[in-house]
């Protein structure tokens, strides 16, 4: 039976934990700042990149414990790290390489890479049901540090990394993990272009090409004031809307997707730099409007 955990060792577990909450922190504070996707995912990238370069740091010369903290660090840990930024950088190449404008060709690029995560699954499918499932029986031997066996398989990226800094299967696990948001960032897109042609094509309207330019999180402020301040109406209850009948309409309307919109809500609710940033903003640029337009009348 392994040994309990000494100090240092919970002091180092401690420190990565800490280290993947400040991630997840820093890649929400990134999310909240720009709306673009490509900006976004490069800006997530260079996170990840720090973040798993202080991870390798400060690995190197650590010894493990014992057994089961070694498999807990490649099974639990590491994958967390490296599935965020195999994610961005996925959302990047998908977001960069997207084609532009034509609705019928953007829905058959999201079904191929949703038909390679599938593929990526099938040639992967007993570690994937091994990890998913919860099983522990084959530990040993996909997350230690032991010598390869072609018997129960290995995932090719392991000859690109240190040894000591690698398992058969951490980085399956990682991509299984990141595939995973990735499916859900491919279905999203694909359910925007059909409620799209739900709601433009009947009506006849044509594609202006406008879209919102300031963050997701400016949005998200925006419209959760005009919610509680009761401007929607909703024709079928005969009631103020709710925020999600708000939220699905703008999703519809202008072929956005605004996520987990409420936990957007609560970060905007607690941010240091001021609660309604966005609603200040829109206030000044309109006063300065108006000035400038008592001055010069033809001004508009």
Same mark, same amino acid.
């Given at each position: ?12 577990? *401690? ?6 909450? +400040? ?18 995912? #490069? ?25 089961? =903290? =070694?498999?807990?660090? /490649?099974? =639990? ?6 599935? @965020?930024? &195999? ?10 390489? @997207? ?5 019928k060709s953007q829905k058959k690029y999201f079904n191929r890479h949703l038909s ?5 699954? +099938? ?35 392991y000859f690109n990394c240190n040894e000591s800094f690698c398992s058969c299967h !951490? ?31 009947? &009506? ?22 005009? +919610? ?9 209850? #005969? ?10 309409? /703008? *999703? ?13 809500? +609560?970060?905007?609710? &607690? ?12 206030? *000044? ?5 108006? !000035? ?9």
């Amino acid at each position: 039976m392994d040994n309990p955990a000494t100090p240092t060792t919970r002091l180092v577990m *401690e420190f990565v934990t800490e280290l993947y909450q +400040q991630l997840e922190r820093e890649l929400n504070e990134i999310d909240l700042q720009t709306n673009d996707i490509i900006e976004r995912s #490069k800006s997530s990238f260079e996170a990840c990149e720090k973040a798993i370069a202080k991870l390798k740091e400060h690995m190197a010369t650590y010894t493990f414990d014992n057994m089961a =903290e =070694e498999i807990y660090f /490649f099974k =639990e840990l590491k994958p967390k790290f490296y599935s @965020k930024l &195999i994610y961005h950088v996925r959302l990047f190449e998908l977001e960069s390489q @997207k084609p532009v404008g034509i609705t019928k060709s953007q829905k058959k690029y999201f079904n191929r890479h949703l038909s390679e995560i599938m593929r990526y699954n +099938q040639d992967h499918q007993n570690i994937c049901k091994y990890y998913r499932s919860g099983a522990v029986y084959m530990d040993e031997l996909y997350f230690r540090r032991t010598k390869l066996n072609l018997l129960i398989g290995f995932d090719l990226s392991y000859f690109n990394c240190n040894e000591s800094f690698c398992s058969c299967h !951490d980085h399956t696990v990682a991509t299984l993990l990141a595939n995973e948001k990735i499916a859900d960032y491919l279905n999203s897109e694909l359910l925007k272009l059909k409620n799209h042609q739900r709601v433009v094509a009947p &009506i006849g309207i044509e594609d202006t090409g406008i879209s919102w330019a300031e963050s997701k999180a400016s949005f998200i402020e925006l419209m959760y004031g005009l +919610q509680t301040l009761g401007v929607f109406y909703n024709t079928k209850t #005969k009631t103020k809307a709710d925020m999600s009948q708000v939220a699905r309409f /703008f *999703e519809m309307a202008l072929g956005v997707d605004l996520g987990n919109y409420y936990r957007t809500f +609560q970060e905007i609710r &607690i941010r240091k730099k001021g609660r309604t940033i966005f609603i200040d903003k829109l206030r *000044e640029h309109l006063i300065q409007r108006m !000035d400038q337009a008592d001055e010069n009348p033809r001004y508009n």
